[in-house]
């Protein structure tokens, strides 16, 4: 059996110019794509993170001529009443999300990979929420939360209690619009971890069976460990997601009772469409994008750990 010797070019009597000159003629259609690939990359995706950050430094307003005013933008943030209010409305917001809209889907994930039958209905079941528009479902669950003729008042009232004022009063506004998020939400995060449950090996919970462990203790000392890497992306991943919640507050609630439920993204729209301040939006838009990149960078840490 016989085995080809690759030479080396300069024995060949190649020059590297030539070489690479031959190549650059060979594939030129793929460096044309990957160039536009790039540009297009470049000009949607990098262009406005450059920009918004030059516009945080500038008094801006699309009609006159922008101006530089280096900190000022971020000086009027933090002399607003409302911006230490939305930053704690958005960390309340992540906290109860990430109980329920961390916990919940978990748990429906593990009821779902112990069934024996129907497990593609129940699947279908849990993710059809995630097939409504998110604009869909927040004026779905304003109809539910309505004080006067709505779903859930309506129920209270068949079994003789009174009702909420769900979306009216400062104590439960912010909790209906977790509920909100969680079950439009649901349905992808319930996916995910079914799929980590699935790669965990079948001769663990037999072992577990053999030895007298009931379904709790198979979870703690099979599921959860197996499953720990998948739990910990879906946190971060959560956490970013939950932290730029705009939709169900901007529909439902406009931010009130009051301020308690102005969170930074509504009031990041504020500052842009109601006054018009384009230059502070954008400071607090890098306020927002430096706290998001932490856990960004936690996120690449971790996968790349895991490779």
């Not at 039958?117 to 604009?135: D, I, N, S, T």
């Not at 079948?202 to 007298?212: K, S, T």
């Not at 730029?244 to 507050?249: A, D, G, Y």
Request: charged content about 10%; hydrophobic content about 55%; overall charge positive.
């Amino acid at each position: 059996m016989s085995t080809a010797v690759r030479l080396p070019s300069a024995a060949l009597g190649v020059r590297p110019a030539a070489r690479l000159r031959r190549r650059v003629r060979e594939n030129v259609t793929a460096y044309g794509l990957l160039c536009a690939a790039l540009l297009v990359f470049a000009a949607f995706s990098w262009y406005p993170i450059v920009r918004g950050v030059l516009l945080s430094f500038q008094q801006v307003n699309f009609v006159t001529a922008p101006t530089w005013v280096g900190l000022e933008n971020f000086e009027k943030l933090f002399a607003d009443p409302q911006f230490g209010e939305a930053w704690l409305n958005t960390l309340l917001f992540t906290g109860l999300a990430l109980v329920f809209g961390f916990a919940v889907p978990f748990v429906i994930a593990v009821l779902l990979n112990e069934l024996r039958h129907g497990k593609a209905y129940f699947r279908l079941v849990v993710y059809l929420p995630v097939m409504l528009p998110p604009v869909v479902v927040a004026l779905l669950w304003k109809w539910f939360y309505d004080p006067g003729p709505g779903l859930f008042n309506t129920a209270l009232h068949a079994v003789g209690l009174p009702g909420l004022s769900w979306l009216n009063s400062p104590t439960t506004a912010m909790l209906s619009l977790v509920l909100v998020s969680t079950w439009a939400n649901m349905g992808s995060a319930t996916l995910i971890y079914l799929a980590a449950l699935q790669t965990i090996p079948g001769d663990l919970y037999e072992a577990a069976e053999l030895d007298g462990a009931n379904l709790w203790r198979r979870l703690w000392h099979v599921t959860v460990p197996q499953t720990r890497f998948a739990l910990l992306v879906m946190l971060l991943l959560q956490i970013v997601a939950t932290m730029q919640v705009f939709t169900e507050p901007y529909i439902m609630t406009g931010g009130g009772p009051g301020d308690s439920t102005v969170t930074v993204l509504l009031l990041l729209y504020k500052y842009a469409f109601f006054y018009n301040d384009f230059g502070t939006a954008s400071a607090l838009s890098l306020m927002l994008f430096v706290v998001l990149g932490v856990f960004g960078l936690c996120y690449v840490r971790l996968t790349r750990r895991a490779d």
